[in-house]
């Protein structure tokens, strides 16, 4: 049985990044070596799923970002000033050993919550990411997430607007 804790900002005193394994090198070097000092210069908070050991098993990294109006979709820009307020999901990366166990979900779904919380106090109309590849998109795209451009099947960059957000908690928890 996996005794999981519920996220938490990532401690880097307490929290044992050092044999995270994504399957993803770049992810996992972020945890290590960048993840704290993007929080020490405020671009970046992570927030971690650690085991009882607190060995980290997930991570997600947020900040706020902005979109400007021309590379916007309709939906995002309509109404919205130029730059259109957003808050970056920057990686979401789940240790390999934990895979398919909801974990990747149950994270994603608190940065969501999360952003709702945020929005309430300094407006953002949506939540972006990048997808790491085509099978991450629709990864994301079960999540409510579209593509800046729908009919780019490449396309990788992604947004759920933040009135949609209470939509996908109900739907995945
Ligand atoms: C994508 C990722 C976060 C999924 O985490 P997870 O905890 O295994 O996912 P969940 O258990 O919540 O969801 C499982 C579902 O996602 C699918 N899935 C698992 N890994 C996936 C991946 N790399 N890409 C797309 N879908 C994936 C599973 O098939 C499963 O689908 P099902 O419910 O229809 O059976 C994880 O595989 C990962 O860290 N990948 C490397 C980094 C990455 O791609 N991050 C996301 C892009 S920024």
Same mark, same amino acid.
């Given at each position: 049985m996996i005794e999981l804790r519920r996220p938490v900002l990532l401690d880097p005193r307490q929290h044992?990044?050092? =044999?995270?394994?994504?399957?993803e090198p770049v992810f996992d070097e972020w945890l290590r070596r960048y993840a704290r000092q993007n929080r020490r210069r405020d671009t970046a908070a992570t927030w971690v799923i650690v085991d009882a050991k607190h060995v980290v098993v997930a991570y997600a990294s947020v900040a706020m970002t902005r979109i400007h109006r021309s590379a916007a979709p309709v939906t995002l820009a309509?109404?919205?000033?130029?730059?259109v307020p957003a808050i970056l999901l920057g990686r979401l990366a789940v240790d390999r050993r934990y895979a398919n166990l909801g974990i990747g979900t149950a994270l994603a779904a608190h940065v969501l919550a999360t952003a709702a919380e945020l929005n309430e106090k300094a407006a953002c109309r949506a939540v972006v990411v990048t997808a790491l590849n085509s099978r991450a998109r629709t990864w994301w795209e079960h999540l409510g997430f579209r593509a800046?451009?729908? =009919?780019?099947?490449?396309?990788?960059d992604l947004y759920l607007l933040t009135s949609e957000i209470q939509a996908t908690l109900r739907h995945v928890r």
């Open positions: 044992d990044r050092e =044999h995270f394994d994504s399957g309509k109404g919205a000033p130029n730059p800046f451009d729908p =009919h780019d099947p490449e396309q990788l």
